[in-house]
């Protein structure tokens, strides 16, 4: 609760309470939830319930030593203006169009009431695709139990991170493809109002100097390549869209490398827990253009020829382009990157991902961890999927313990 200043209120209580009317009894009121004054309840209380009894009503009633205001409320989210009155018996029922104008208010409150989901809240909501990435997520987010939605079911995990929370993910595996990642994101976040979004698993990526097989790529910006069009002449073009993180997400990101030394040994041999797979450099692992071709053998020589350096995976930013289709050919490739010169790895699931995190009245803080798994234009060792996999789950437990998301330090917010 605040004042019209804006600052924290105090009060004695904050009571939720229903009211129906009983034949023999009159009006009956049962408190479902109460809390006493503490700073970080200023402005939001949520809670869930479902009204079993048609005829009953839900109330919110602030009280302030022997002063009183009640206020009928309804699923959603509200924000109302209060005044506390003389405290009575009954306490005051304020008529269901009331309004109270802001220059005669002591102060504004703001709640959310959603009807019952059934299912527990979480601070997190991971998102995986294909079983092997499944697996390694669940490897480091251990389950203690599970719980069904309408249409999935959850894996619940609670961990403490190193600055003494302690956090509650919730891991679901959804089918593969933009359309059911959304759908996925969707119930996921209808459904257990998680403070953070994270899709984890591996996308294929450029051939590239800086990074290459085995690293983690986390997004930057989301690029959506999931509409296009066949011209005349059989070429295709491409009606792109971008969108950027949410600025929670997006300095955690921009500091991947400042904050390094936070994310402990998510790299190390014992972390990801499989050994590097092996690279053949053999022409016939290379498709493609001959350029292309000559393109990609000098970007994996440098980590896998004679004369590469071996090291263990890193992590880097960068933009990751979605589309429809699994990427292998560099030739379609090649026209993304005429739309969209900065692409630094493809996958089939984020555009979707984000456009749920966006369907809400805020923007729910969204974040992408993808091993890469593929270099376009190269065939690899089949390992490379399971390893790839272990290092985007690697690296996600580590951020995720890491303190640096603010949006996990906050109270709940009201993103809906």
Same mark, same amino acid.
């Given at each position: 609760?605040?004042?019209l200043?804006g600052q924290?209120?105090p009060f004695d209580?904050?009571?939720?309470?229903t009211?129906?009317?009983?034949?023999?009894?009159g009006t009956?009121?049962?408190?479902?939830?109460e809390s006493t004054?503490?700073?970080?309840n200023?402005?939001?209380?949520?809670?869930?319930y479902k009204?079993?009894n048609?005829?009953?009503?839900?109330?919110?009633?602030?009280?302030?030593?022997?002063?009183?205001?009640?206020q009928?409320?309804?699923p959603?989210?509200h924000e109302?203006?209060?005044?506390?009155e003389?405290?009575?018996?009954?306490?005051?029922?304020?008529?269901?169009?009331?309004t109270?104008?802001?220059?005669l208010?002591?102060?504004?409150?703001s709640?959310?009431?959603? /009807?019952?989901t059934?299912?527990?809240?979480?601070d997190?909501?991971i998102?995986?695709?294909?079983?092997?990435?499944?697996?390694?997520?669940l490897k480091?987010?251990?389950p203690?139990? +599970?719980?069904?939605?309408?249409?999935?079911?959850?894996?619940? #995990?609670?961990f403490?991170d190193?600055?003494?929370?302690?956090?509650?993910a919730?891991?679901?595996?959804?089918?593969?493809?933009d359309l059911?990642?959304?759908?996925?994101?969707?119930?996921?976040?209808?459904e257990?109002?998680?403070?953070?979004v994270?899709l984890?698993?591996?996308?294929g990526?450029?051939?590239?100097?800086?990074?290459?097989?085995? *690293?983690?790529?986390v997004?930057s910006r989301?690029i959506?390549? !999931?509409?296009?069009?066949?011209?005349?002449?059989?070429s295709?073009?491409?009606? +792109?869209?971008?969108s950027?993180?949410?600025?929670?997400?997006?300095?955690?990101?921009?500091n991947?490398?400042g904050?390094?030394?936070?994310?402990?040994?998510?790299?190390?041999?014992? /972390?990801?827990s499989?050994?590097?797979?092996?690279?053949?450099?053999?022409?016939?692992?290379?498709?493609?253009?001959?350029?292309?071709?000559?393109?990609?053998?000098d970007?994996?020589a440098?980590?896998?020829?004679?004369?590469?350096?071996?090291?263990q995976?890193?992590?880097?930013d960068?933009p990751i382009?979605?589309? /429809? +289709?699994?990427?292998k050919?560099p030739k379609?490739f090649?026209r993304?990157? *005429?739309?969209a010169r900065d692409?630094?790895?493809?996958?089939?699931?984020?555009?979707?991902?984000?456009?749920? #995190?966006r369907?809400g009245?805020y923007?729910?803080? !969204?974040l992408?961890?993808r091993?890469?798994?593929?270099?376009?234009g190269?065939?690899?060792?089949?390992?490379? +999927?399971?390893?790839?996999?272990?290092?985007?789950?690697?690296?996600t437990k580590?951020?995720l313990?890491s303190?640096?998301?603010?949006?996990l330090g906050r109270?709940?917010?009201d993103?809906?």
């Amino acid at each position: 609760m605040v004042g019209l200043d804006g600052q924290p209120l105090p009060f004695d209580f904050l009571r939720i309470k229903t009211s129906s009317q009983h034949p023999e009894r009159g009006t009956v009121f049962s408190d479902l939830g109460e809390s006493t004054y503490a700073e970080e309840n200023a402005g939001i209380y949520k809670f869930q319930y479902k009204l079993k009894n048609p005829n009953a009503s839900v109330w919110a009633s602030i009280e302030r030593g022997e002063r009183q205001s009640m206020q009928r409320i309804t699923p959603g989210l509200h924000e109302y203006y209060f005044r506390f009155e003389e405290k009575s018996a009954e306490g005051r029922h304020a008529p269901l169009d009331e309004t109270l104008p802001k220059e005669l208010a002591d102060g504004a409150a703001s709640y959310r009431y959603d /009807s019952d989901t059934g299912v527990p809240s979480a601070d997190i909501g991971i998102i995986t695709m294909k079983p092997e990435e499944f697996r390694a997520v669940l490897k480091r987010f251990v389950p203690s139990h +599970t719980a069904d939605g309408q249409t999935l079911r959850y894996n619940f #995990c609670k961990f403490p991170d190193n600055v003494g929370r302690e956090l509650t993910a919730a891991i679901v595996r959804s089918p593969q493809s933009d359309l059911n990642a959304f759908h996925t994101a969707m119930e996921l976040i209808r459904e257990l109002r998680p403070r953070l979004v994270v899709l984890v698993g591996i996308a294929g990526g450029r051939p590239a100097g800086e990074f290459t097989l085995g *690293d983690v790529v986390v997004a930057s910006r989301m690029i959506n390549l !999931t509409v296009d069009a066949a011209n005349p002449d059989g070429s295709r073009g491409y009606a +792109t869209s971008a969108s950027e993180l949410h600025p929670d997400v997006e300095r955690v990101v921009l500091n991947l490398e400042g904050d390094a030394a936070r994310y402990g040994d998510w790299n190390s041999a014992a /972390s990801i827990s499989m050994e590097r797979p092996r690279v053949s450099l053999a022409k016939r692992n290379f498709k493609g253009p001959e350029d292309w071709k000559v393109k990609t053998r000098d970007a994996l020589a440098k980590y896998f020829g004679k004369d590469g350096r071996d090291r263990q995976p890193i992590v880097v930013d960068g933009p990751i382009a979605s589309g /429809s +289709t699994l990427m292998k050919d560099p030739k379609v490739f090649r026209r993304w990157q *005429d739309v969209a010169r900065d692409i630094m790895a493809v996958d089939m699931e984020i555009v979707g991902v984000f456009e749920a #995190c966006r369907k809400g009245r805020y923007l729910l803080p !969204t974040l992408v961890v993808r091993g890469i798994s593929d270099i376009i234009g190269f065939s690899r060792d089949d390992k490379w +999927t399971d390893y790839a996999c272990e290092t985007a789950a690697a690296f996600t437990k580590a951020l995720l313990v890491s303190g640096t998301i603010p949006t996990l330090g906050r109270p709940r917010a009201d993103l809906f």
